[in-house]
């Protein structure tokens, strides 16, 4: 160990160091206007988001006995409080662990409708994915139904983004038409799958409070992109195609 504190370094070396934090610095500066710029698209934007479950419908179970509705409450939480920063009005489908409804059917009958009546422009349900116990699949994924562009569009910036921050999955948007939210819905309305909690490291990611906040961000992010595509008429002509032929 001496010898090391010993060793001369090469001037070249501190150059080079030097110059990867001042990289690392300028990009971050660049970044953090980029995103303020794109956040004013989301002012005045109607999004309501769904912490799926919730009540006597936990969802699935984690591995060491995790709910998935908790964790769908927990993040979903994080991402409203980053869109209501960002200006946008939020509708949060529960803010506590209760159900909409009853039964099943009628819950899910319940958020559908008060999406429409809220006047939503778009619909995100967060939720967690599982399969066999300690299996090794993982990865986040998002589900959209396959007649609207406007959805696919918004799922595709999402994964994207989910990608890009949370660094462990390599899966792609998928359609999905089955499923009763999607395909009752008459907004773009998108799955957010954030992981299996029947992988244990997954499922402790995601039990993780940074691991909330940094697929909530990712999310956001997302969003801001995706509604500054929408302020150039993009995405607000596919939505608005759409809504005039339901």
């Known amino acids: 160990m001496p010898f090391l504190f010993c060793m001369k370094i090469p001037k070249w070396i501190y150059a080079l160091c030097a110059l990867v934090i001042a990289f690392a610095v300028v990009n971050a500066l660049l970044q953090v206007p980029a995103l303020e710029a794109t956040s004013y698209a989301l002012a005045g934007r109607t999004i309501v988001i769904d912490p799926g479950h919730g009540g006597f419908d936990p969802g699935v179970l984690g591995c060491t006995g995790s709910k998935e509705k908790d964790i769908n ?3 979903s939480k994080l991402l409203a409080q980053f869109l209501r920063e960002g200006g946008a009005h939020v509708v949060l489908l ?5 159900a909409l409804a009853e039964t099943k059917q009628e819950d899910l009958a319940e958020r559908v409708k008060i999406a429409h009546e809220s006047e939503g422009e778009i619909y995100l349900a967060l939720h967690c994915n599982a399969f066999e116990k300690d299996s090794p699949w993982q990865g986040a994924q998002c589900f959209y139904h396959s007649k609207s ?21 390599d899966r792609a948007a998928l359609a999905h038409d089955t499923t009763y939210i999607l395909k009752n819905l008459q907004i773009p309305a998108v799955i957010i799958e954030m992981g299996f909690l029947s992988n244990r490291e997954e499922e ?9 906040h940094k697929m909530a961000w990712a999310i956001y992010v997302a ?8 302020e150039q008429g993009t995405v607000d002509d596919i939505i608005n195609t759409e809504t005039d032929n339901k």
């Not at 529960?94 to 209760?98: G, Q």
């Not at 402790?204 to 909330?212: G, I, R, S, T, V």
């Open 223 to 230: 969003l801001c992109h995706y509604y500054s595509s929408a």
């Open 149 to 169: 562009e406007a959805a696919l569009a918004l799922a595709e910036e999402i994964q994207k983004s989910l990608q890009s921050s949370l660094q462990n999955t």
């Open 73 to 75: 409450l927990q993040v």
């Open 204 to 212: 402790a990611n995601l039990m993780n409070p940074e691991y909330q």
């Open 94 to 98: 529960r803010e506590s662990d209760k």
